[in-house]
Structures are given as structure tokens and as C-alpha cells.
């Protein structure tokens, strides 16, 4: 085996792929500015007690551990980025107020979460911190459309869900929790015959209404559907009015899955999922986790209510608007007076200016030298291939 090769769902990043990388990175981080949310830089290892706590003890399989040669403590490195970010805002920020949060960094994970997928994401996202109303999805979900419109990826739906539903169907009911995980598996998946399977020692009213939520997906009728078989809670009410108020206010293809249940022991509210032309999966994917940071402040009473999203940038590439080579300057590689001042000018003002090194003129690659610095009577100027 070559020492170079890499291990499995691991790769390069090369040139023209890194570019389109850095350039989605900076335009999303644009995008979070402008809605007001400031930038924060996790470290990608921490104590592994600090990465697995409260939410986090899901991302237990998909985190890598090591032993920190200082102190002999475990370490991780970080499979998810928003445990972290909740840590700052109950532990360090420690604010009252509304707080907007972003970031962007690698993660890693043991295992890639779907076939083909990298084990090493670049992950973007946005957490808006302190307010339980519903203007918050709001404002997390715009964001995340602005952030996808920004990456020029098109003919964008949204999938709405809210994991309340699920949780007002099995209020009351007992369940072993690994009979629970196959429970929100086959309402995943849509798997009627093995939903019946698991369910057959549930109450009746528990079973019935998992079953007939199971094939409550497609457009806005299937919340008049619900209305109708559940509402009789005040819960799911209460949900599938929020879903209404969210629908209403975003333009475009809007679907409903009401049994999606992924990340159920996570999200606390309304959830939301973003696909695109060409992709496979969702390109984006988030919604309310209350009480997510409350484990990192007890002395402070930092059941804060959160919403937020995140993404793979690397993901992000292979469907986003593709983008023309960078526009640049050739100059030529010589000591000829002028010349490296008139460089450095261009430089200084923007431009990206290649010097073609001797016996290599011609050689650009990853640049569309539109433009060449020639010298005209004593005068370095800029003139048009």
C-alpha cells in the first residue's frame, strides 16, 4: 500500500475545488454578517467529556478519541459543531440577550453519514440564542435560503416537519429507548410494515396515530389531514399552526413530512430541511433545539431557547453555481525599472497579477489572464489580451 494514500472517505481538496470552497466559505459568512451574527472559532479537540455532554452524547459513535499526551484525559475531535457553540453562549458569552452565533471549520466523523459523503465536512452555521418565539425559526430559515441563494445553488423546497407531533403520539407511552431509535427509523424510512411491527404492544390510540402519521408527507393538505386525525392535543395544534405560519412566509416549493423524526432526541420545535437541484440529499438542514446549552451554565439558569441550521461546504460545491476562472493580470518575470512597483500597485488595488517565470510564459492554470502588463514608452500599463 502506497504511504500516500489516503484513508477511506478522506480526500485533497485541490485548486480549482479549494477555490470554489473558500469563495462559498466567505459568501456565507457575508450572508450571517449581514443578518447580524458574529463570527466564533471552536477548537476542534476538547475534552471528550466536554464534546459528549447533553446533546452531544448522540455524536458519541461518530467521534473520533484520542489521549491527550499532557494530561492523559480523553480528547475528541469534533463531530458537530453546535454543541461547542451552545457551550460559548451558556458558559462563556453568558449574555441574557438575544445572541447570533456563526461559525465555519472541519468536523470529523468516524463514519461518512451517507454513501459517497467526505468523513471530513467543512461545516457552516448559523445559531440565533434567547428567543422562543416563532420569529426566530423564521429568521434561521431565511437565513439559511439567503445563504444557499448567495452560493447560487437553484430550484431550492423546503421540507418542513416538527418533532412536537411525534412526541405528543408517544406521550404516555412506554418504550424500551432502543425500540424507540427503530420507532423514528421507520418513520423515517416510511416503513409501514416494520412500524407495525414495533408497535404492536403500544396503546392503541399511540399505534393508530404513528401509523396514520406515516403517510402524512406532500404539500399543505397534509396539515388540514392532521388537523383532522390529531386534534384533539393542544401540542400538535399548536405545531401544525407554526408550520402553517412558517409555510406562509417563504416563497417557493414549500413540502411538509410530518413523520420525518431524524434528530429526535435533539430538536424541540420545528424542523427544516433544504433540497436542491442535483442533490441527493438535503443540502442544509436545521430547526429549534431549546435548552440545548443548559448543560454548560447550571449556576445560570441557561435553558436558553436556540434555533439555527448548518451545511457542508464541500457538499455545497458540487451543487452550487459554478463560477469562471479568476480574472487576472500576466506580467512578465524581469528587473526592468518600474516594473515591480507597477506589481505591486495593481496588487494593492485587488488585482491578482502572475508573473510568468522565465522559460514558463503561457503557464496560468487556474487563472484567466485576461489582461497583460506591458511596457509602453517607459510606462508599465495594463492592456487587454
Known amino acids: ?151 447560487r445553488v437553484e430550484q431550492l423546497s423546503v421540507d418542513l416537519a416538527d418533532a412536537r407531533i411525534v412526541r405528543a403520539l408517544l406521550a404516555g407511552v412506554i418504550v424500551d429507548p432502543a425500540v424507540l431509535v427503530e420507532v423514528h427509523d421507520a418513520l423515517a424510512a416510511k416503513d409501514a410494515s416494520e412500524l407495525t411491527r414495533l408497535t404492536r404492544d403500544f396503546p392503541a390510540a399511540a399505534r393508530e396515530g404513528l401509523l396514520a402519521l406515516n403517510g402524512m408527507y406532500g404539500d399543505a393538505a397534509v396539515l388540514d389531514e392532521a388537523e383532522k386525525t390529531f386534534g384533539s392535543s393542544s401540542l400538535v395544534r399548536g405545531a401544525l399552526a407554526n408550520l402553517r405560519w412558517l409555510a406562509s412566509r417563504l416563497e417557493g416549493v414549500v413540502t411538509f413530512d410530518l413523520a420525518d423524526a431524524r434528530g429526535y432526541g435533539y430538536y424541540t420545535g420545528a424542523r427544516f430541511a433544504v433540497y436542491a437541484q442535483g442533490a441527493g440529499d438535503a443540502v442544509l438542514r436545521g430547526g429549534r433545539y431549546d435548552g440545548v446549552g443548559a448543560v454548560f451554565g447550571h449556576a445560570l439558569n441557561r435553558e436558553r431557547p436556540a434555533v439555527g441550521f448548518s451545511l457542508d461546504i464541500k457538499q455545497l460545491a458540487r451543487v452550487a453555481g459554478g463560477r469562471p476562472p479568476r480574472a487576472a493580470i500576466r506580467a ?46 517607459g510606462q508599465w500599463v495594463v492592456q487587454s489580451n
Open 1 to 151: 500500500m502506497s504511504a500516500w494514500l489516503l484513508p477511506d472517505h478522506i480526500a485533497d481538496v485541490l485548486p480549482s475545488e479549494a477555490r470554489r470552497i473558500e469563495e462559498l466559505r466567505r459568501e456565507l459568512l457575508d450572508t450571517a454578517r449581514s443578518y447580524g451574527y458574529e463570527l466564533v472559532i471552536p477548537p476542534l479537540i476538547e475534552h471528550l467529556e466536554s464534546l459528549l455532554t447533553g446533546t452531544g452524547e448522540a455524536l458519541n459513535l461518530q467521534t473520533f478519541k484520542l489521549v491527550d499526551q499532557l494530561s492523559g484525559r480523553l480528547l475528541g475531535l469534533r463531530a458537530d459543531t453546535t454543541p461547542q457553540v451552545a457551550r460559548i453562549d451558556a458558559h462563556l458569552l453568558g449574555r441574557q440577550t438575544v445572541t447570533r452565533l456563526c461559525y465555519c471549520g472541519p468536523v470529523v466523523h468516524t463514519q461518512p453519514e451517507r454513501p459517497h459523503a467526505t468523513r471530513e465536512p467543512l461545516q457552516f452555521g448559523a445559531e440565533i440564542y434567547g428567543h422562543a418565539g416563532r420569529e426566530a425559526d423564521l429568521e434561521a430559515l431565511t437565513l439559511a435560503l439567503d445563504c444557499l441563494k448567495a452560493a
Open 332 to 377: 512578465p518575470w524581469s528587473d526592468a525599472p518600474g516594473l515591480h512597483a507597477a506589481v505591486a500597485a495593481l496588487r494593492g488595488r485587488g488585482e491578482t497579477v502572475v508573473c510568468m517565470l522565465p522559460g514558463h510564459e503561457g503557464e496560468s492554470d487556474e487563472f484567466d489572464c485576461d489582461r497583460a502588463l506591458i511596457e509602453v514608452d
